[in-house]
Nanobody
Framework: QVQLVESGGGLVQAGGSLRLSCAAS????????MGWFRQAPGKERELVAT????????YYADSVRGRFAISRDNAKNTVYLQMNSLKPEDAAVYYC?????????????????WGQGTTVTVSS
């Protein structure tokens, strides 16, 4: 498993931007696909975006496509989530997760390592 630490959450006005970061502990970070998930109060956890091991393949939930961008820097063992045009419904705890599938997966069950989460609050 790999240890993951998210950062970058905070309070932002609707229409604003935030960039989340997730730092991984292992030098084998580049062999993992990565995902960002979120969970709002009273709601189930949902997939936000995924990226394959090389960064060449990405996937976005319909609700964020065109507004969010996932990227990774394997030299820094870090994955990012750039969030633009934020809406109040984007408010949630955001988690990064690592999957050994390399290609990436939309299934949360395929992710074996999870961070502790970072909170995003969007004011209207």
């Amino acid at each position: 498993q790999v240890q993951l630490v998210e950062s970058g959450g905070g309070l932002v006005q609707a229409g604003g931007s935030l960039r989340l970061s997730c730092a991984a502990s292992r030098r084998t970070f580049s062999t993992y696909a990565m995902g960002w998930f979120r969970q709002a109060p009273g709601k189930e956890r949902e997939l936000v975006a995924t990226i394959n091991w090389s960064g060449g393949i990405t996937y976005y939930a319909d609700s964020v496509r065109g507004r969010f961008a996932i990227s990774r820097d394997n030299a820094k063992n870090t994955v990012y989530l750039q969030m633009n045009s934020l809406k109040p419904e984007d408010a949630a705890v955001y988690y990064c997760a690592a999957s050994e599938t390399r290609a990436g997966s939309t299934l949360g069950s395929t992710y074996s390592s999870w961070g502790q989460g970072t909170t995003v609050t969007v004011s209207s």
